[in-house]
């Protein structure tokens, strides 16, 4: 696993375990936290070992017994991502081509974190698997969204010039406990401010939409992409199909929190997409799988972690909080 102690990686980690698999978590901590994982330091089936997956393979890899990896390491947000470009096209890239060679050498298949971004701002809409997307590739989004398109451009060469067993999940829009408070995604960044009484900061005029799913659904989803026969590759879209304003979404923050914040509109984001929603037809036939967590649940369980986060310090709720 890479980018095991990011948001979404270490929630990974905990079904694993849970499931009675061994997992070995590799991350360099740039942007995920040892609380992600604090609670899982002491199961007899989990390792954690430090460093950059677009580096070459340290002898602690190398000496781990694996056969199935999950690609997940590379910042998320826009605000992590874009705060070293460079960096995060090397991750997307070198660190797909480093994690490939090394499922090559093991003989493992291999999940590919991708996301919705490859469809850049679209022009079809929901998103469906075969819509080759409408991507700026010189903007300031490009290091994320092209690095995410180059990574699957890998894993299909390396399926059809090594016949490796590949799998690639475009992810929509995940939510939940151990976001970071200041990572820049809009969920995290809604209730946080609702919660401190702060403005709510909406880029543009809010009419953007996009489609929230909650961690647990999704982790669901990656599981059961990775458990399917070597023939199915994706790329499958793994997100909630339920579509919802930026504007309405900071409307149902501040009534679930209970705040007197007020939206406050600023620029729009260079490249930001005016409408997100996958058509998840494939997840369903194929895995049989659907988002079954509610938006307004799933933001009840987030806000409560923050609460915890802004009460007590984010590792204090890290450990605890489930999906």
């Known amino acids: 696993m890479t980018g095991g102690a990011g948001f979404l990686g270490s929630h990974v980690c905990e079904a694993l375990l849970r499931n009675g698999e061994e997992v070995v978590c590799l991350d360099d901590f740039s942007t995920g936290t040892r609380a992600n994982l604090a609670h899982l330091e002491g199961h007899r089936g989990f390792r954690l070992l430090q460093g950059d997956v677009a580096a070459p393979v340290t002898a602690e890899v190398e000496a781990a017994q694996v056969d199935a990896i999950y690609n997940l390491a590379c910042p998320a947000s826009p605000a992590q991502y874009q705060a070293d470009p460079i960096r995060t096209l090397k991750t997307c890239v070198f660190g797909a081509a480093t994690m490939l060679e090394f499922a090559r050498s093991r003989g493992a298949a291999i999940l590919q974190a991708s996301t919705s971004e490859v469809y850049g701002d679209p022009q079809v809409h929901p ?137 406050v509109f600023l620029k729009a984001a260079v490249d930001d997409p005016r409408q997100r929603r996958p058509d998840i037809t494939q997840a369903r036939q194929v895995l049989g799988w659907a988002p079954s967590v509610p938006l307004e649940e799933g933001l009840l369980r987030t806000i409560a972690y923050f609460d915890r986060v802004l009460a007590g310090g984010e590792g204090a709720a890290a450990g605890r909080a489930m999906a």
């Open 127 to 263: 998103q469906p698997e075969h819509y080759v997307g409408h991507v700026n590739p010189i903007g300031p989004r490009a290091c994320y969204d092209e690095g995410k398109r180059c990574a699957e451009t890998l894993f299909f060469d390396y399926r059809r010039q090594h016949g490796l067993s590949v799998k690639v999940a475009r992810i929509f829009n995940c939510y939940g406990p151990r976001l970071r408070p200041g990572d820049g995604r809009v969920v995290s960044t809604f209730i946080v401010q609702a919660l401190l009484g702060q403005p709510i900061t909406i880029h543009g005029d809010g009419r953007q939409t996009r489609s929230f799913c909650y961690v647990s659904d999704l982790v669901t989803g990656l599981l059961a992409l990775m458990r399917t026969p070597d023939a199915v590759t994706g790329p499958m879209n793994l997100g909630n199909p339920a579509e919802i304003p930026v504007a309405e979404l900071a409307e149902m923050v501040v009534r679930l929190t209970g705040s007197r914040s007020r939206p």
